[in-house]
């Protein structure tokens, strides 16, 4: 009977690892966005110790297939196996691991409530540290791409061709966190960001993932870019994204 009972609690899933921190002496409690079961926090046992079969597979930014068994608070990892070994890569580079680690806390505050749309989220967080741990673009673009689509996912998509209140054909020269991006004259509110046109091009181009267009940006619009990409996301989230301070931009 307790061995049907322990199978009724035993699944598996592919799981990206958000975060992770202590608990007693070997184990820790790892913070997972999986695929088919959203964001779940689960106990890892004894894989501080040296002798550990899996520790390395449960670090941030790893991707693995989980096998997992329900518990009474916290469900408890009894396997895993690697899927993408993005975490080194990433750790190695200061710059790609900030990045990271702003893209992982922003998942995290993402899917804690929202569960319908955490599949989407985490074959995005999955490209995303893909690209990172590849260098396939500069890893600010990464992450600027990867949070406007990510808010996107999450029903905030951002307008950048036309005015985000009234439905006004752009291109518009101000930006509206509050009213959901590009805004014309009419509607602007006062005080509202003027950004030069190509750094809305380039805001259009982080949406769609038109990585030519992104890659050949300047660096001054790539700055401009990241400040309306952070205050848009924050006032959305309705808090501060810590690590995007950590973020240095070119």
């Known amino acids: 009977m307790s061995n049907q009972s322990f199978a009724a609690r035993t699944y598996r899933d592919d799981a990206v690892v958000l975060r992770t921190h ?12 999986t695929h088919h079961h959203g964001q779940l926090r689960a106990v890892a046992k004894g894989v501080r110790r040296t002798t550990s079969k899996f520790g390395a597979r449960l670090e941030p930014f790893m991707v693995a ?19 993408y070994s993005y975490g080194d890569a990433i750790a190695a580079n200061y710059d790609r691991y900030v990045v990271a680690a702003a893209m992982a806390e922003t998942a995290e505050r993402l899917t804690d409530v929202d569960g319908e749309t955490s599949s989407a989220h985490y074959m995005l967080l999955v490209g995303a540290l893909g690209a990172l741990s590849r260098g396939a673009h500069a890893p600010e673009l990464v992450l600027d791409s990867y949070l406007l689509r990510a808010v996107s996912i999450a029903g905030w998509a951002p307008s950048f061709s036309i005015c985000a209140r009234c439905g006004e054909p752009g291109p518009h020269g101000a930006f509206s966190a509050a009213l959901g991006g590009a805004v014309c004259h ?3 509110p006062p005080g ?3 950004p030069a046109p190509e750094t809305m091009v380039l805001l259009g181009q982080l949406l769609s993932a038109d990585w030519p267009g992104a890659d050949a940006s300047a660096a001054q619009h790539r700055r401009e870019a990241a400040g309306l990409v952070a205050g848009y996301v924050q006032w959305h989230l309705e808090r501060t994204v810590r690590s995007l301070r950590l973020v240095e931009r070119v």
């Not at 469900?75 to 899927?83: E, L, N, P, S, Y």
């Open 186 to 188: 009419e509607c602007r």
């Open 22 to 33: 202590k608990l007693g002496e070997a184990d820790r409690i790892i913070t997972l966005l």
């Open 192 to 194: 509202s960001p003027a």
């Open 65 to 83: 297939d989980l096998q997992l068994v329900k518990g009474r608070s916290l469900d408890i990892v009894t396997q895993a196996v690697a899927r």
